[in-house]
């Protein structure tokens, strides 16, 4: 498919998970899956931008995609091909944000 962020053509294969939900290169997304991985039953369609990162417990990273049409949250696996400096600089913006005290960020 063709990303709707970098306009890059995209695998469908994704090392690491089973459903190619987001672009390796840029990490956006388009709504197309309700609620499970791979159903491709919603019918918004709207762009979803990676808006963070999570951590399971068992250590597997997640994005966390936001959809700019209908202002839905998703949990997605990263996959394998994922390009490394986009994760990190997403893993590392609430660092950057001035809005978060550096206290608040210590105590945790």
Known sequence: FRCVGCRLDVPL???GTAHRNHCPSCLVSLHVDGRV??????GCRGR???LSLSVRQDGEWMLIHHCLTCGRLSANRIAGDDNA???VRLALRPLADAEIPV???LAL
Do not use: C
């Open 48 to 50: 979803m931008v990676a």
């Open 85 to 87: 400096l986009a994760l």
């Open 13 to 15: 294969a994704a090392p």
């Open 103 to 105: 206290r608040a960020m």
């Open 37 to 42: 991985p791979g159903d491709r039953a919603a």
